[in-house]
């Protein structure tokens, strides 16, 4: 089943995003094909990073919000919320 994990980060705590960003690449790797895609949301002008959007490929709700859980940005306290939801590709390369 797909999900995706939308996260807002919490205004002025960039520096909680760059201290905990090589724990978190890890923490993605280590869900290997499970994570579709992810990536920052950024800023209008592209120059800052305000959250984070992911796409997995888990079994049910309750190992999204495990990995939602398990995200070192999450537990460092980066994000202000995190709303998780069922998901179908519709268009793309993965489309039915």
């Known amino acids: 089943m797909l999900y995706v994990v939308q996260c807002q980060d919490k ?8 201290e905990n960003r090589p724990a978190h690449l890890e923490f993605l790797r280590s869900w290997g094909d499970k994570v579709l895609l992810g990536g920052p949301l950024l800023t209008d002008d592209g120059e800052g990073m305000i959250g984070s959007l992911l796409i997995l490929d888990v079994e049910d709700r309750i190992e999204a919000e495990a990995f939602a859980e398990g995200d070192p940005y999450g537990k460092a306290g980066l994000f202000e919320t995190v ?3 069922r998901y179908k590709i519709v268009v793309g390369t993965k489309a039915d």
């Open 11 to 18: 205004t002025n705590h960039a520096h909680v995003r760059q």
């Open 83 to 85: 709303v998780i939801k």
